[in-house]
Structure formats: structure tokens, C-alpha cells
């Protein structure tokens, strides 16, 4: 358990999945303190059919658990890949893919959902190699198939990433430092100035000042009036 929380703070984890009743229940405390140390990690109870895994479960609702799949009950894989796909998306998310619902009309749909898988897990995206790989393309194609709606592969990751760090810049206790890290940005410099470019606001502003709706607006219009740079393909 002390491993996992070293990885949850180094680390932008889309989603965790837990068992409270492994080991006879033995880590359902430490559990629950891993969820209340991460409250906007969004979270899968994975478990059994018993009354004592129900009672664990029981105890996690109050810190926000929402997803329960029992074993050999309603794990059929399709249906769970599904809800590991759908859970980690954060209503910030869901925002941003409202405010950028029309460009994402005109794009084929294997590139729309490459897109909103983006926006739900920015962790499983570091470059526009991989979002193309997860729109089942080359590169050169997935910038050809997004300029047309006035979206570019490279802006599109930067902007999944900082509509993440506000998620976590307003997680209470949060570190700009390791907000950063987390990120896969070198130094906090780095995402300070991508935030103020972006937004026109300094993290410290956005933690106190600056609420969803706008954060969301901003990033879209920055995202909408970025300039082509060419046939770009390199990591971000």
C-alpha cells in the first residue's frame, strides 16, 4: 500500500480499482485512507458477492465511491471495459467535450472517440504518436483528418493536460510541484507559464479565483485560436 501511494503522488492515475475484501478485509482501512487521500481519483470496488464484502463497501460510499462490480455477477469484460472507459471521466471533461462538441461532429468518429478518451484519461496519452495509435492511424493521417476542424493533435494533449492539473491544482493539499510531475512536465515553470498562456491566470489564481465554467471557456477559445504549425508529430 505504502508503494501505491508513492505512485499516486508521482503519478496522474486515471482510475484505481479496489478490493476491500482481500486478505479477510485486512486492507479495507488502509483503503479508505488511500481514497480520502485522493478524492479526485475516481475509483472501481472490484469484489465478491459476501456480506462481509458488502459491508466493506458499505463504508467506502461516504468517501465518494459511486462503482461496484461484482465478481461473476456483471463483470462481463465488454461491459466492464466499458465502465473503466467511462468512469475516470471527470465533469471537467465532460465540459470541455461539450464546449468542443461541434468541431468533434466533423471528425470521423474513430478520431472523435480517440479525442474524448483523450480528455478521460490524458495519462494514457503522452504524444500525438500515441493519440494516433488510439485513433487506429499514422500520425500524418490523424493531422489531416483534425486540421479541417481547426484542431491540431499536439494542442489537443497540452489542453487535456492542464484541464487535468485544474482538477488537481484544486484537490485541497495539493503541491504545485508535484502537480507537475504528475504531468510529465520538467519543472513548475513549465506548467505555470502553459497556464498562463492558456488561461491568462497563474495557478495560485485558478486554485482560489477561477471557477469550472470559465477555466473551461478558456482553455477551449486558447485551443480554438492557436495557429497551424505544419504537419507537427513530435512528443509534446
Avoid at 124 to 153: C, D, F, I, T, W
Avoid at 187 to 203: C, I, K, M, Q, V
Wanted: aromatic share 4%.
Amino acid at each position: 500500500m505504502a508503494e501505491l501511494n508513492a505512485y499516486l503522488r508521482s503519478e496522474a492515475a486515471d482510475l484505481l480499482i479496489v478490493d476491500p475484501s482481500v486478505r479477510d478485509g485486512q486492507l479495507a482501512e488502509p483503503i479508505e485512507e488511500l481514497i480520502a487521500r485522493h478524492p479526485a481519483l475516481p475509483v472501481v470496488v472490484y469484489t465478491i458477492m459476501s456480506p462481509a464484502a458488502m459491508r466493506q463497501v458499505v463504508r467506502l460510499v461516504p468517501l465518494g465511491v459511486q462503482h461496484v462490480v461484482l465478481n461473476r455477477f456483471d463483470d462481463e469484460p465488454r461491459r466492464f471495459l466499458d465502465l473503466i472507459e467511462r468512469v475516470p471521466a471527470h465533469p471537467m471533461a465532460e465540459l470541455m467535450l461539450q464546449e468542443l462538441a461541434v468541431p468533434l461532429r466533423a471528425l470521423p468518429v474513430v478520431v472523435a472517440r480517440a479525442v474524448e478518451q483523450l480528455f478521460r484519461s490524458p495519462a494514457r496519452v503522452k504524444n500525438s504518436q500515441e493519440l494516433a495509435r488510439l485513433a487506429g492511424m499514422a500520425p500524418r493521417s490523424l493531422y489531416r483528418h483534425m486540421m479541417p476542424a481547426g484542431l491540431q493533435p499536439r494542442h489537443v494533449i497540452v489542453c487535456a493536460r492542464l484541464l487535468r492539473a485544474y482538477t488537481l491544482l484544486r484537490t485541497p493539499g495539493s503541491r504545485l510541484k508535484e502537480i507537475t510531475n504528475k504531468l510529465g512536465y520538467s519543472d513548475p515553470d513549465t506548467l505555470s507559464n502553459l497556464l498562463f498562456e492558456w488561461t491568462g491566470r497563474a495557478p495560485k489564481d485558478i486554485r482560489r479565483e477561477v471557477p469550472p465554467e470559465l477555466f473551461v471557456r478558456l482553455l477551449a477559445d486558447h485551443l480554438r485560436r492557436v495557429e497551424p504549425e505544419g504537419e507537427a508529430v513530435e512528443p509534446v
